[in-house]
């Protein structure tokens, strides 16, 4: 990097930082990510959680998802602090800044900026909100992120499809098993149920590959960046991503798993039967990228191969 550069991020105390937006898909990443940000000297992050604003606007969930979180925030903003067991807890501070937020009406989001800059000392150059969820968000809602903070940052990680779908429903699996333990549903009867159509939520079911478009669409190719999972932990696209920021490189932690899950087994036939329902999508992303996609994007891999 260059002195200038280096300057740029550790210079004087600044008016306010630019937003720097991740999104993605759970299993992607992005908790590894909010933690890596969390550790930048140039880069704050308010909390260690999802905020949840812009989905809450337009992802097609609606304000369905802001009722829910302002009516949780209410019940426990009468406790001092509540831990969501992801090494950090919300202080009763951020709990009503956020009903604040979510309740906000100011078209230039006003009490959400507030939000994102609780704790800010002035120096780091971005206010990261990390909410994978804003890959609902779609082409008005990416244009209106990038209008309150013109100079913004977006980065979208993207997952293998079959891997990513996998890895999320062996996390429903897991939080089944400790609700109901014996009686939960195995992977493969959850891999069923998805591929009847009876496996609903979003994470599940948005279209990552509209979310490119979106992105693309809304966004300079200057100010956003596609990063990958299955190359995310190296060195090499940790110094890019930095680059990308115009801040210091920032060495990274690659040996810490986030949210593990037990390692399970597709039976073979299934394992095909879901490869044939994803096979549009691999085809999409083909098109997407046609410079190329990781090796171990490889749809027609071997079957039945060991996933969580």
Not at 11 to 23: N, V
Not at 174 to 189: N, Q, W
């Amino acid at each position: 990097m260059t002195g200038a550069a280096v300057q740029l991020a550790t210079g004087p105390r600044r008016a306010a930082p630019r937003m720097l937006y991740c999104i993605g898909s759970q299993k992607a990443g992005t908790t590894w990510l909010r933690r890596y940000f969390r550790g930048h000297p140039d880069i704050h992050v308010p909390f260690e959680r999802e905020a949840h604003y812009f989905d809450a606007r337009f992802g097609p969930s609606g304000g369905e998802i802001a009722a829910r979180r302002t009516a949780r925030f209410r019940r426990t903003a009468r406790q001092r602090q509540v831990d969501w067991g992801v090494n950090a807890a919300f202080a009763p501070e951020h709990l009503a800044a956020l009903v604040s937020a979510y309740e906000d009406r100011d078209p230039d989001h006003g009490a959400y900026l507030a939000v994102m800059r609780l704790g800010w000392d002035g120096q780091a150059r971005y206010a990261a909100d990390v909410t994978p969820l804003y890959a609902t968000c779609g082409a008005d809602g990416f244009a209106e992120m990038l209008r309150i903070s013109p100079e913004a940052r977006f980065v979208l990680i993207l997952r293998d499809p079959r891997r990513r779908l996998l890895s999320h429903l062996a996390m429903r699996r897991d939080a089944l098993l400790r609700k109901h333990g014996a009686d939960a549903p195995g992977l493969a009867a959850l891999v069923r149920s998805y591929l009847l159509g009876q496996e609903d939520g979003v994470q599940l079911n948005f279209d990552l590959c509209q979310t490119v478009e979106d992105l693309r669409a809304a966004v300079p190719q200057e100010q956003h960046r596609i990063l990958f999972f299955e190359t995310l932990f190296t060195d090499a696209t940790m110094s890019a991503l930095n680059a990308f920021l115009g801040i210091r490189n920032h060495p990274a932690e690659f040996d810490t798993v986030v949210r593990p899950t037990q390692k399970d087994r597709l039976p073979d036939r299934l394992d095909r039967r879901l490869r044939r329902h994803l096979a549009p999508q691999y085809a999409r992303f083909a098109h997407l990228f046609p410079e190329g996609l990781p090796d171990s994007w490889d749809q027609a891999g071997p079957a039945g191969e060991v996933v969580g």
